[in-house]
């Protein structure tokens, strides 16, 4: 049986629900002890009745499914959009109370504790997501070593495709708590110590993903050898291991065969559903025939759905989670005269802070083209739903912010052409728009900080420049129609430019430090929105200084954040839950040891 990508097809759908209960069972026979799998209970499945070519990639389809995230919805987002941009300079949570809100308010304001509770949506459900999706990897390895019917080259591709989602897993729980354990396809046990540093295990997962993995593969969102190359790569620059990174950076560049998309907002397109830049995806479906009406959106991309107003005209009647902070949007606008960011004044007196005036008037200064199809903005088009109408679109409207997010909603014109949006009638808003998790772009920005710290600055702005050389280009701007007076004097309808756009490249790198900062920059407007910033401030060991001077003057922009601060060597990471910690006791002593501070 050939292998589809969780989402590819319809069909898959239910193989995926199959291989789920087939790894919930072997999770269930794996934690009994070795006694009990020396019996092969009659009538019962277990990793040696599923040792075919068959069982092997319906469990890895289960392993893939784990990347959409399954549990509180928000809080495993397979962009950790809670995790990566909530507590960082670029976005605000928006609901200030809810069932939903609870705990992500606590995350913006560096007050989660470690007592999360078992009602809310927190971190905790990021924690047993990433368990649950290690444990479907670790049922393929253990499996396919024993499958009939493969050869070795097949075994090894099957192996390193689970290794390479074992890695990603294991990362996700490393840059989010710091003290994650590392589960082995042996442990059986899994009350295991966090105490062990597990990048080597992680990079040893992934560099056999790397030589073991095909160049290609036939299904969208199947992760090839340039998936294994970038990920190990980003693996070494959160280490700040910038000569091991490079080598594996320029191999991507030279011989993936990967490229910028013509235009930015192609990666953000529902009906792209791979683009030349995507290295790693996941991949979402909405209206699979074997859902119910009830359930249509649940392959959907559901941790990232409730970022819009609510009704009033605008594209979902959800909520309002997920807004771009005021100082995300100063630092798109550019210098008037050259077009390059505003590194020292870029959030003084800078776009507005309120769109409820009826003469409300937008920002007339020049700005990176790439705002636009990051946040949604008062008085604009917001995608094809029509002009932004500000206050309208935001509900409740205190501590909100005014910008909404973008670039995971879906075009209006979509939802009947392609079936891209769920028939579901209490989510509305659930889409089949994709997520990537590394783009081409992401890898350029970093061979760009590697060129900055061990190589050449001359290269280092050469990468700088193709990314805002892509942005530049007049063909992906936001367009809005215009009734222009002709000379003849009668009017006709002109496209012009949403707003007043102006971004150049650099002419220079004059010192290490220029470039350093600019390649950081870049990434920030980049990359926006996606769940990296607050990871990048981190792994650059500069997020308390950057967050507690955002915080200076944001906390006079929007209430909640008043008086708030980041504690150094504390708000790095997420609590590990108290009841984590609990469980993992063994012989009266627990084995996860909790982070810093909490």
């Given at each position: 049986?050939?292998?589809?990508?969780?989402?590819?097809?319809?069909?898959?759908?239910?193989?995926?629900?199959?291989?789920?209960?087939?790894?919930?069972?072997?999770?269930?026979?794996?934690?009994?002890?070795?006694?009990?799998?020396?019996?092969?209970?009659?009538?019962?499945?277990?990793?040696?009745?599923?040792?075919?070519?068959?069982?092997?990639?319906?469990?890895?389809?289960?392993?893939?499914?784990?990347?959409?995230?399954?549990?509180?919805?928000?809080?495993?987002?397979?962009?950790?959009?809670?995790?990566?941009?909530?507590?960082?300079?670029?976005?605000?949570?928006?609901?200030?109370?809810?069932?939903?809100?609870?705990?992500?308010?606590?995350?913006?304001?560096?007050?989660?504790?470690?007592?999360?509770?078992?009602?809310?949506?927190?971190?905790?459900?990021?924690?047993?997501?990433?368990?649950?999706?290690?444990?479907?990897?670790?049922?393929?390895?253990?499996?396919?070593?024993?499958?009939?019917?493969?050869?070795?080259?097949?075994?090894?591709?099957?192996?390193?495709?689970?290794?390479?989602?074992?890695?990603?897993?294991?990362?996700?729980?490393?840059?989010?708590?710091?003290?994650?354990?590392?589960?082995?396809?042996?442990?059986?046990?899994?009350?295991?110590?966090?105490?062990?540093?597990?990048?080597?295990?992680?990079?040893?997962?992934?560099?056999?993903?790397?030589?073991?993995?095909?160049?290609?593969?036939?299904?969208?969102?199947?992760?090839?050898?340039?998936?294994?190359?970038?990920?190990?790569?980003?693996?070494?620059?959160?280490?700040?291991?910038?000569?091991?990174?490079?080598?594996?950076?320029?191999?991507?560049?030279?011989?993936?065969?990967?490229?910028?998309?013509?235009?930015?907002?192609?990666?953000?397109?529902?009906?792209?559903?791979?683009?030349?830049?995507?290295?790693?995806?996941?991949?979402?479906?909405?209206?699979?025939?074997?859902?119910?009406?009830?359930?249509?959106?649940?392959?959907?991309?559901?941790?990232?759905?409730?970022?819009?107003?609510?009704?009033?005209?605008?594209?979902?009647?959800?909520?309002?989670?997920?807004?771009?902070?005021?100082?995300?949007?100063?630092?798109?606008?550019?210098?008037?005269?050259?077009?390059?960011?505003?590194?020292?004044?870029?959030?003084?007196?800078?776009?507005?802070?309120?769109?409820?005036?009826?003469?409300?008037?937008?920002?007339?200064?020049?700005?990176?083209?790439?705002?636009?199809?990051?946040?949604?903005?008062?008085?604009?088009?917001?995608?094809?739903?029509?002009?932004?109408?500000?206050?309208?679109?935001?509900?409740?409207?205190?501590?909100?912010?005014?910008?909404?997010?973008?670039?995971?909603?879906y075009r209006k014109e979509n939802t009947n052409k392609y079936n891209r949006e769920d028939h579901m009638w209490w989510l509305m808003g659930l889409n089949a728009n994709n997520y990537s998790f590394i783009r081409y772009a992401d890898v350029l920005l970093w061979a760009a900080e590697c060129e900055v710290e061990i190589g050449s600055l001359d290269k280092a702005r050469e990468y700088v420049n193709e990314v805002r050389g892509r942005a530049a280009n007049p063909a992906g701007m936001v367009k809005i129609y215009k009734k222009e007076l002709h000379p003849g004097g009668y009017y006709q309808d002109s496209t012009v430019n949403a707003a007043n756009y102006l971004i150049r490249e650099y002419p220079s790198f004059p010192d290490k430090e220029y470039a350093r900062r600019a390649v950081r920059w870049e990434r920030r407007l980049e990359l926006a929105m996606e769940g990296h910033r607050f990871f990048d401030l981190v792994r650059w060991g500069i997020a308390a200084e950057t967050i507690n001077t955002y915080l200076t003057v944001e906390g006079t922009r929007v209430n909640h954040l008043s008086g708030v601060h980041f504690v150094e060597n504390k708000n790095e990471y997420q609590?590990?839950?108290?009841?984590?910690?609990?469980?993992?006791?063994?012989?009266?002593?627990?084995?996860?040891?909790?982070?810093?501070?909490?």
């Amino acid at each position: 049986m050939q292998l589809q990508s969780i989402i590819i097809e319809k069909n898959k759908q239910m193989n995926a629900i199959k291989a789920f209960l087939l790894t919930s069972l072997i999770g269930i026979f794996s934690q009994c002890g070795e006694d009990f799998l020396d019996v092969q209970p009659q009538g019962k499945l277990n990793e040696m009745t599923i040792a075919s070519e068959k069982g092997v990639k319906e469990l890895l389809v289960s392993a893939y499914a784990e990347l959409r995230g399954h549990g509180r919805w928000w809080s495993v987002a397979p962009s950790n959009w809670m995790y990566g941009d909530i507590p960082s300079d670029d976005a605000y949570v928006g609901e200030r109370a809810g069932d939903a809100s609870n705990l992500m308010n606590e995350i913006e304001e560096y007050t989660l504790t470690a007592v999360q509770g078992s009602s809310t949506i927190g971190p905790q459900d990021k924690w047993q997501s990433v368990f649950k999706g290690i444990s479907r990897c670790n049922a393929v390895i253990r499996t396919v070593r024993n499958a009939d019917g493969l050869s070795d080259g097949d075994v090894k591709a099957l192996e390193a495709e689970a290794r390479f989602l074992r890695a990603h897993f294991h990362f996700e729980g490393k840059k989010i708590f710091n003290k994650f354990p590392f589960i082995a396809e042996t442990v059986t046990d899994f009350r295991v110590s966090n105490k062990e540093d597990i990048w080597p295990l992680i990079e040893a997962d992934l560099q056999f993903a790397y030589e073991n993995l095909p160049e290609v593969q036939e299904e969208i969102a199947r992760v090839t050898k340039w998936s294994a190359a970038a990920l190990l790569a980003k693996a070494h620059l959160f280490q700040n291991d910038y000569t091991a990174a490079k080598p594996i950076l320029d191999d991507i560049i030279a011989n993936s065969g990967r490229s910028l998309t013509p235009k930015f907002y192609d990666n953000f397109n529902e009906v792209n559903r791979v683009t030349s830049e995507d290295l790693f995806i996941v991949n979402f479906s909405v209206n699979d025939p074997a859902r119910s009406t009830w359930d249509y959106g649940y392959e959907g991309n559901i941790g990232e759905y409730d970022f819009m107003g609510w009704d009033a005209g605008g594209p979902s009647w959800g909520g309002t989670l997920f807004k771009g902070s005021y100082n995300l949007a100063n630092a798109f606008r550019t210098d008037p005269l050259t077009g390059l960011p505003l590194f020292d004044s870029y959030n003084e007196n800078g776009l507005p802070t309120d769109d409820t005036a009826s003469d409300f008037v937008p920002y007339q200064g020049t700005l990176d083209p790439r705002i636009d199809h990051t946040l949604g903005r008062a008085g604009l088009p917001y995608l094809d739903w029509g002009i932004h109408a500000g206050q309208a679109w935001r509900g409740w409207v205190s501590d909100f912010g005014i910008y909404n997010s973008k670039k995971r909603w879906y075009r209006k014109e979509n939802t009947n052409k392609y079936n891209r949006e769920d028939h579901m009638w209490w989510l509305m808003g659930l889409n089949a728009n994709n997520y990537s998790f590394i783009r081409y772009a992401d890898v350029l920005l970093w061979a760009a900080e590697c060129e900055v710290e061990i190589g050449s600055l001359d290269k280092a702005r050469e990468y700088v420049n193709e990314v805002r050389g892509r942005a530049a280009n007049p063909a992906g701007m936001v367009k809005i129609y215009k009734k222009e007076l002709h000379p003849g004097g009668y009017y006709q309808d002109s496209t012009v430019n949403a707003a007043n756009y102006l971004i150049r490249e650099y002419p220079s790198f004059p010192d290490k430090e220029y470039a350093r900062r600019a390649v950081r920059w870049e990434r920030r407007l980049e990359l926006a929105m996606e769940g990296h910033r607050f990871f990048d401030l981190v792994r650059w060991g500069i997020a308390a200084e950057t967050i507690n001077t955002y915080l200076t003057v944001e906390g006079t922009r929007v209430n909640h954040l008043s008086g708030v601060h980041f504690v150094e060597n504390k708000n790095e990471y997420q609590p590990i839950d108290s009841k984590e910690i609990e469980l993992s006791t063994k012989d009266g002593v627990p084995q996860l040891e909790q982070n810093n501070g909490f």
